[in-house]
């Protein structure tokens, strides 16, 4: 079955009983990034502003980019990491990270940074009670790459991860590359093999060539606060940096001290300890739920599906690169200790059948999951341009369509963010409206009647609705739903 070709944009439901209400923060096609309440209206756009992720900050700063290297010459690396203010001003600015002469362009610096970054004082760059991110000084770790060559994982070059640490004036205060603790990552000699002929060699445009994006890590914060560490285990030092590596499904811990990889699941998930979980594939947005939160010092990740891994070959896989399949997407809970799944969130919670229709929740790439202050849990199913909010239970209680397309005609969202009202003094706090959720079992387009029905027809009615929103509206004719 296609996709569908008319389906509404915008907020589809919204229960302000059972939601964590505030603004919503994502980047908005191609045209920057985009603060939304909870009616799905556009309450501010930071135009031109790249949101790899964007962030908000208390005080209305966004943290994004003001523009991207060619990718002729290089892959999704950012020229700057910045902040910016309630009007656009860049108020902070990293950029100094390494020095690029492409072909044809002057000497540019760039921060190179990549899929995410953590201010100081927030671990995990999401709202939490008691850990709000510094403002006007602080550190900032920023995920970034750097080509290089290491003949133990390639005879190719490679587009190495590193994590950086810089303070407010730009300086440089720790580094961690990733290709040093190839030997700590798992890999068995099958996979080896398969990365050394090929680490996932991506090439630039019609120029030929390429790099080995071997791990394409798209995730990385702090551990932060948590209970495991209190109780002493020193794995879980507040200090030390969870990260996850999307093409060979691991998530693993590194000790910021010593920079050796102290905790890790993946990549093989058929040993006995890690079977119950499943096969975690092409994942995002792994990190530790921040204390005050409920689920605190659980592994909170969005598991794609889609492709990822490194191995023997198999049918879907001649070759043993991206050799873990699976068409489905799952929101997994985990205690980092016990590795017990304590919630998650799948096809079967959203009310579909398994495993007939369990591709209905699913993003083969991009995408995140938020832990809120009431429990509930803001998911981005991003290729679908979905953002939705669920319960502990797993009721939906508010879901949005992104109208906003890229160059592509995509609404794909890659993370979306939810913040408190009083983070963005410079809006009134919005008035909160249900949207009841429509019955698709009864919906018909205008002329359009219900099957076995001769004589009811729905029409469109223009009623007043909230902007951004997609509503219901009722007459004697019957309902229809009309999207802004």
Same mark, same amino acid.
């Given at each position: 079955m296609g996709h569908s070709t008319i389906y509404p944009t915008g907020a589809t439901i919204y229960n302000p009983a059972k939601a964590w209400s505030g603004y919503t923060v994502f980047q908005a096609g191609d045209e920057g990034v985009v603060l939304i309440d909870m009616s799905g209206k556009e309450v501010h756009l930071w135009q031109g502003l790249i949101g790899f992720p964007a962030k908000i900050l208390p005080g209305g700063y966004v943290l994004g980019s003001t523009g991207r290297r060619?990718?002729?010459?290089g892959i999704q690396d950012n020229v700057d990491l910045v902040q910016v203010d309630w009007e656009g001003n860049v108020v902070w600015r990293y950029n100094s990270y390494e020095l690029i002469e492409d072909p044809g362009a002057e000497p540019?610096?760039?921060?190179?940074?990549?899929?995410?970054?953590?201010?100081?004082?927030? #671990?995990?760059?999401y709202y939490a009670p008691g850990l709000e991110p510094s403002v006007n000084s602080g550190t900032t770790l920023i995920l970034a790459h750097k080509n290089l060559h290491n003949?133990?994982?390639?005879?190719?070059?490679?587009?190495d991860d590193t994590i950086i640490e810089v303070d407010w004036e730009g300086n440089v205060l720790w580094e961690w590359a990733a290709s040093d603790h190839f030997a700590e990552l798992g890999f068995d000699q099958a996979a080896r093999n398969v990365l050394f002929r090929d680490p996932n060699t991506r090439s630039f445009g019609d120029l030929g060539g390429g790099v080995g994006d071997w791990l394409h890590i798209n995730s990385a914060s702090y551990v932060g606060p948590n209970r495991f560490y209190d109780q002493g285990d020193e794995r879980f030092h507040p200090d030390n940096i969870i990260w996850d590596a999307r093409e060979a499904n691991i998530i693993a811990i590194t000790d910021k001290r010593s920079g050796a990889i102290v905790w890790r699941l993946g990549p093989d998930y058929s040993l #006995?300890?890690?079977?119950?979980?499943?096969?975690i594939i092409g994942q995002h947005h792994a990190h530790i739920i921040p204390k005050g939160l409920p689920g605190e010092g659980n592994l909170l990740v969005f598991d794609n599906g889609g492709w990822g891994g490194y191995g023997l070959p198999n049918p879907a896989s001649p070759f043993g690169q991206k050799n873990a399949l699976r068409d489905h997407s799952?929101?997994?809970?985990i205690n980092p200790v016990t590795l017990a799944i304590e919630w998650q969130y799948t096809s079967a919670e959203a009310g579909f059948s398994i495993p007939t229709d369990s591709y209905k929740f699913y993003s083969p790439y991009i995408s995140s999951a938020q832990r809120l202050a009431n429990g509930n849990t803001l998911i981005t199913e991003g290729s679908n341009g979905r953002l939705f909010e669920v319960t502990a239970a797993h009721e939906l209680v508010w879901e949005y369509i992104s109208p906003y397309t890229d160059r592509r005609n995509t609404n794909m969202v890659y993370r979306s963010y939810r913040v408190p009202y009083a983070w963005v003094p410079q809006l009134t706090k919005?008035?909160?409206?249900?949207i009841e959720p429509?019955?698709?079992?009864s919906f018909r387009v205008p002329g359009a009647a219900p099957k076995g029905s001769d004589s009811v027809v729905q029409v469109a009615t223009t009623l007043p609705f909230t902007e951004g929103a997609a509503c219901v509206a009722t007459t004697d004719e019957g309902s229809v739903r009309r999207a802004k």
């Amino acid at each position: 079955m296609g996709h569908s070709t008319i389906y509404p944009t915008g907020a589809t439901i919204y229960n302000p009983a059972k939601a964590w209400s505030g603004y919503t923060v994502f980047q908005a096609g191609d045209e920057g990034v985009v603060l939304i309440d909870m009616s799905g209206k556009e309450v501010h756009l930071w135009q031109g502003l790249i949101g790899f992720p964007a962030k908000i900050l208390p005080g209305g700063y966004v943290l994004g980019s003001t523009g991207r290297r060619d990718p002729k010459f290089g892959i999704q690396d950012n020229v700057d990491l910045v902040q910016v203010d309630w009007e656009g001003n860049v108020v902070w600015r990293y950029n100094s990270y390494e020095l690029i002469e492409d072909p044809g362009a002057e000497p540019l610096w760039y921060a190179r940074q990549h899929h995410d970054y953590q201010r100081e004082g927030n #671990p995990a760059g999401y709202y939490a009670p008691g850990l709000e991110p510094s403002v006007n000084s602080g550190t900032t770790l920023i995920l970034a790459h750097k080509n290089l060559h290491n003949s133990e994982i390639s005879d190719k070059e490679l587009l190495d991860d590193t994590i950086i640490e810089v303070d407010w004036e730009g300086n440089v205060l720790w580094e961690w590359a990733a290709s040093d603790h190839f030997a700590e990552l798992g890999f068995d000699q099958a996979a080896r093999n398969v990365l050394f002929r090929d680490p996932n060699t991506r090439s630039f445009g019609d120029l030929g060539g390429g790099v080995g994006d071997w791990l394409h890590i798209n995730s990385a914060s702090y551990v932060g606060p948590n209970r495991f560490y209190d109780q002493g285990d020193e794995r879980f030092h507040p200090d030390n940096i969870i990260w996850d590596a999307r093409e060979a499904n691991i998530i693993a811990i590194t000790d910021k001290r010593s920079g050796a990889i102290v905790w890790r699941l993946g990549p093989d998930y058929s040993l #006995p300890e890690v079977k119950h979980i499943g096969w975690i594939i092409g994942q995002h947005h792994a990190h530790i739920i921040p204390k005050g939160l409920p689920g605190e010092g659980n592994l909170l990740v969005f598991d794609n599906g889609g492709w990822g891994g490194y191995g023997l070959p198999n049918p879907a896989s001649p070759f043993g690169q991206k050799n873990a399949l699976r068409d489905h997407s799952r929101v997994l809970e985990i205690n980092p200790v016990t590795l017990a799944i304590e919630w998650q969130y799948t096809s079967a919670e959203a009310g579909f059948s398994i495993p007939t229709d369990s591709y209905k929740f699913y993003s083969p790439y991009i995408s995140s999951a938020q832990r809120l202050a009431n429990g509930n849990t803001l998911i981005t199913e991003g290729s679908n341009g979905r953002l939705f909010e669920v319960t502990a239970a797993h009721e939906l209680v508010w879901e949005y369509i992104s109208p906003y397309t890229d160059r592509r005609n995509t609404n794909m969202v890659y993370r979306s963010y939810r913040v408190p009202y009083a983070w963005v003094p410079q809006l009134t706090k919005p008035q909160e409206l249900a949207i009841e959720p429509l019955d698709v079992s009864s919906f018909r387009v205008p002329g359009a009647a219900p099957k076995g029905s001769d004589s009811v027809v729905q029409v469109a009615t223009t009623l007043p609705f909230t902007e951004g929103a997609a509503c219901v509206a009722t007459t004697d004719e019957g309902s229809v739903r009309r999207a802004k």
